[in-house]
């Protein structure tokens, strides 16, 4: 089962200081560099719908795919309340990143938020990026961000904690990170209290993440491997080169 399946329930809440609007702005002048203002885009890792919604919004229609039910359910729910506002319906379906093939091609393909790094071996990174390259005619547009290595192994992880609540619940969650460097994995193991304030209940959810931090060369030879050039690489959110500052990189690919 995925771990996100439990964690789903909280996501929203614990990440609602995402600014997805300004990401899926950065996500879409991205692919406009490169090709047309898609009107289809497949987003490999869609999570509860953030992203999808703020495409649509802006006239782009997403299907997205998920490994978890619980996630794919709550991205549904959320279109189900948007959807007078929305001017391209999304669709989501439980897929995984590595083996989907929905048998069509989009105008481009996103993996956000760190999808590209849940993808912990060698093949699981070459399947997603086989998964990409499988919806995308030549010259087609993927965007990925990813855990960038020189970054992490420069300022590595630390233990974290986050508190959210709404009008139910509180949440406080505990990061604790451990490195494995002849992985280039880290096991982020979060450690979650829910309260209930109608009536004090509490639950404590315990998952283990782990997560793939990843190099340039090893990026572009997979892609290459897979059909795709490697275009670009920015530190995440900005138009700036990655630097060992930089723990979250994202990459423009086109599929030749
Ligand atoms: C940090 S969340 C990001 C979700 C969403 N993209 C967002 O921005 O909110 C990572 C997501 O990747 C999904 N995921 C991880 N591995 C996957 C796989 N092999 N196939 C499909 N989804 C996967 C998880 O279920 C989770 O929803």
């Known amino acids: 089962m995925s771990v996100f399946n439990l964690y789903a ?4 809440l614990l990440y609602r ?7 899926t702005d950065y996500v879409a002048g991205l692919i ?3 090709s047309r203002p898609p009107r289809e885009l497949l987003e490999l890792g869609c999570g509860t719908g953030g992203h999808a919604v703020q ?3 802006r ?3 997403v299907h997205g795919i998920d490994l978890s039910a619980d ?3 709550r991205a549904s729910d959320r279109i189900g309340r948007a959807r007078t506002a929305l001017e391209a319906l999304p669709s989501f379906e439980q897929g995984d990143v590595r083996s989907y093939r929905a048998n069509r091609t989009f105008d481009a393909v996103v993996s956000l938020f760190h999808v590209a790094s849940y993808q912990t071996s060698n093949a699981d990174q070459d399947e997603l990026f086989g998964t990409a390259r499988a919806h995308l005619c030549a010259a087609g547009v993927f965007v990925f961000d990813f855990w960038y290595g020189p970054a992490v192994l420069t300022d590595r992880p630390r233990h974290v904690t986050k508190q959210a609540e709404d009008e139910h619940i ?3 969650r505990e990061t604790t990170p451990t490195m494995f460097v002849n992985d280039n994995c880290v096991d982020v193991r979060f450690d979650v209290h829910v309260r209930s304030k109608s009536d004090q209940r509490s639950q404590r959810i315990v998952e283990n993440h782990r997560m793939r931090y990843l190099f340039l060369p090893e990026i572009e030879q997979r892609l290459g491997a897979s059909r ?4 670009r690489a920015y530190a995440w959110m900005s138009r700036l080169p990655l630097s060992d500052r930089s723990w979250y990189g994202c990459v423009v690919a086109q599929a030749c």
């Open 9 to 12: 329930a909280y996501y929203d």
């Open 17 to 23: 200081d995402k600014d997805y609007a300004q990401e």
């Open 32 to 34: 406009a560099e490169t």
């Open 55 to 57: 495409f649509a919004e």
């Open 59 to 61: 006239g782009i229609q």
């Open 71 to 73: 996630m794919v359910q």
């Open 170 to 172: 509180e949440v406080s």
């Open 228 to 231: 795709f050039r490697l275009l």
